[in-house]
């Protein structure tokens, strides 16, 4: 049985042919809370490109899985290779704040 992932699909059979882990103890590893793991399950999150990358898991016997090589596959997605050239360095919130009152100044000059 195959289940499908927005941006890609895994074998459910894999999860339990690797490390399983309950989404308790997969949370404690990726030093993230309990809520944050499940958000990754459940909606994902943007990868460098913009598509939503969701972590790989999946309910057996009343309980959640998921597997340490998922948690691997997971961060690799979300990674940008550093070797492609220029990298999207976000900016700090001092320089957002800048660059928006600087926006809404211009659009109140033009009446917007």
């Not at 499908?4 to 699909?9: K, L, R, V």
């Not at 943007?46 to 790989?56: F, M, Q, S």
């Not at 320089?95 to 809404?104: G, I, L, T, V, W």
């Amino acid at each position: 049985m195959e289940t499908h992932f927005h941006g890609g699909a895994f074998q459910m059979e894999s999860i339990l042919s690797e490390q399983t882990l309950r989404i308790q103890e997969a949370a404690k590893i990726a030093h993230v809370s309990f809520a944050t793991l499940w958000r990754w399950i459940l909606r994902g999150i943007p990868d460098p490109n913009g598509d939503r990358v969701r972590l790989e898991a999946l309910r057996c016997g009343g309980k959640w899985l998921t597997s340490r090589e998922a948690l691997v596959r997971f961060a690799n997605r979300l990674t940008p290779d550093l070797n492609d050239g220029p990298t999207f360095v976000p900016r700090s919130a001092q320089k957002r704040k800048h660059a928006s009152e600087r926006a809404a100044a211009k659009l109140q000059q033009k009446g917007i």
